[in-house]
């Protein structure tokens, strides 16, 4: 059961603004989901390892080698705002 | 200090690895490049890119692992560790969560008061995050500049066990942590340049007590010693708090390097909840017994260990051994200069005295130097053998350590050679005898010491080339 309190408390983590209604849905939708998923517990997991990835592949690297970067021009294209090079994002305000 | 109250310290310190190109791209490391012109698709975090892991930085993290006596982890996965940040362009940090590359390990420190074991608790594996650049000071910024470069630059984040317990044995603890980080060429630790940072957990219980008190966080600490101000500055702080039966609150606080005191940035954030998970866009880690044996291989000889060698193997006294072995490439040029000339303590001399000055002077890495071990060494073999003067050495050692000329070359280049011609010598003792009869007849009166000026006055003559013991021995004969 995931509780309104809770959806919204996840929401705020996510940055994302939800509405009464919105806040009720998502708790439903949630619930259903976590409770779908809880079938699992009725396995026996005791002797598994947990599992973090489903396909078979593992150590992949590259060597290490510098290739060339962007150009400055390209890196800022989206930029919304830009300043001596830089990205300019809005006064970094902490969240009470 | 105290006797009613403990002092517990951790430590968290996070290492840039000396990679050339980034933990996930090909992008270039370099610091102070202009900015965000060493950045691409994947560490600006654009849509549709994926990460493709460096092995140096595993293979660096793993031989850290192993110099600071933890177990590697024979499976190992990295997670994302989620929040908003403007430095941070994907939103999530890939990191590693409960399977970090290494744990258990430890360290053993030496302070006034013994020796004292640290555990470290893990290292892990993780990406940097770029620069803000804010525009006057943070809280009355109109906003602020991002710089990207840094973004993915790989990070070995070394965590301590609450095993402190006074500033000093925390400074020793990084002192130990960069020489071993620098011994094994992994980071260049360089302060300044933010490649080493640290931050620090410090609370105070009663002494007999099992539970701690009240944790604080200290941040923006950019040297040892104001990372040791801090400490104590906290440790004073917090115990008047307790005498006067006030609460600790949970924070984090900020160094004042101006001021000298720590200052409350903010409560925590009702504790951080990252919503760490798997990252599903690299596969997981295997490290198996001849990958892990071929970098035990690699291993170099610790800085404690090769201290304790040199004070058996060349009689080295334990001041210059600390001295030599503080870094090493000081400790390679001694070596180096020691296979091929025996006299330890001479080579050890030269090293702590002309080098180091010039070293000093020059504010030069010892790598960028011109000078060897075996052109010291031939040097220190012309001095024996009478070719030039201990004073005219100074000399050709400078040439040396600007050129890397071969000693014997620099001599004959520059008529530096020792002037040991007994008739030579013997007509300018005679010039000086006779320009001094003052001098003379006061050494007649039995002022012995007097005989220094006038070898000096030869020295003068002769630019320092005449050979000091055999022009002493002359006016002492010939003034009798």
């Known amino acids: ?96 | 200090m105290d006797d009613k109250y403990e002092t517990i310290i951790g430590l968290e310190v996070h290492a840039q690895l000396d990679t050339e190109s980034k933990i996930f791209c090909s992008c270039s490391t370099e610091f102070g490049s202009e900015p965000n012109t060493n950045t691409c698709p994947v560490c600006l975090g654009l849509p549709g890119t994926l990460p493709v892991l460096n092995k140096k930085a595993v293979d660096y993290l793993i031989i850290t692992g192993l110099a600071l006596n933890c177990e590697i982890a024979s499976y190992s996965k990295f997670d994302r560790k989620n929040y908003f940040y403007p430095d941070l362009p994907k939103a999530y940090q890939i990191s590693q969560f409960d399977l970090p590359l290494a744990k258990n390990g430890y360290i053993k420190v030496e302070t006034e008061e013994g020796i004292h074991r640290i555990g470290i608790t893990r290292i892990h594996l993780e990406e940097d995050a770029g620069k803000l650049i804010h525009e006057g000071s943070i809280d009355q910024s109109s906003g602020s500049l991002v710089d990207y470069n840094r973004t993915g630059v790989p990070l070995a984040e070394i965590v301590s066990e609450p095993d402190i317990r006074t500033p000093e044995q925390a400074r020793e603890y990084l002192n130990y942590l960069k020489k071993t980080l620098e011994y094994l060429k992994v980071s260049d630790c360089n302060m300044e340049e933010g490649s080493l940072r640290c931050d620090a957990n410090i609370s105070l219980r009663l002494h007999g007590n099992k539970k701690f008190g009240t944790k604080v966080e200290l941040k923006n600490m950019n040297s040892f010693k104001a990372i040791e101000k801090a400490l104590a500055y906290e440790q004073k702080r917090q115990r008047k708090m307790l005498e006067n039966d006030k609460k600790i609150v949970q924070e984090t606080r900020t160094w004042d390097e101006s001021k000298s005191k720590t200052i409350s940035m903010r409560g925590k954030e009702e504790a951080n909840d990252y919503r760490y998970f798997p990252e599903p866009d690299l596969v997981p880690l295997e490290i198996d017994e001849r990958w892990k044996k071929d970098i035990e291989d690699r291993l170099p000889e610790l800085p404690a260990v090769k201290r304790k060698r040199f004070i058996d193997e060349y009689n080295l006294p334990e001041y210059d051994a600390d001295v030599i072995t503080d870094s090493r490439d000081l400790a390679d040029f001694f070596e180096d200069s020691v296979s091929e000339y025996k006299d330890a303590k001479v080579v050890s001399n030269w090293i702590m005295g002309e080098f180091l000055r010039l070293i000093n002077e020059e504010k030069m890495a010892i790598e960028d130097t011109k000078i060897t071990g075996q052109l010291l060494a031939k040097m220190l073999k012309m001095i024996d053998q009478d070719v030039i003067s201990s004073k005219i050495a100074k000399t050709v050692f400078e040439e040396i350590f600007y050129t890397g000329k071969d000693p014997e070359e620099i001599v004959k280049e520059k008529g530096l050679k020792q002037i040991s011609d007994q008739d030579e010598l013997e007509s300018l003792v005679e010039k000086i005898i006779d320009e001094n009869p003052s001098v003379i007849e006061d050494i007649k009166n039995g002022k012995d010491k007097a005989v220094g000026y006038l070898v000096g006055q030869v020295m003068k003559e002769t630019k320092g080339k005449a050979n000091p013991q055999m022009v002493n021995k002359m006016f002492k004969e010939k003034i009798k």
């Open chain 1, 1 to 96: 059961m995931i509780n309104e309190e809770e959806v919204r408390y996840i929401a705020d983590l996510a940055s994302l603004k939800l509405s009464k209604k919105e806040v009720e849905m998502f708790s439903k939708q949630l619930s259903d989901i976590v409770d779908y998923v809880e079938k699992l517990d009725e396995l026996d997991t005791k002797d598994i390892v947990p599992t973090a990835y489903t396909i078979p592949v593992k150590n992949v690297f590259r060597e290490d080698k510098v290739k060339g970067s962007l150009s400055l021009e390209k890196v800022l294209k989206n930029a919304p705002e830009k300043q001596a090079d830089q990205f300019r994002v809005p006064k970094i305000i902490e969240e009470d």
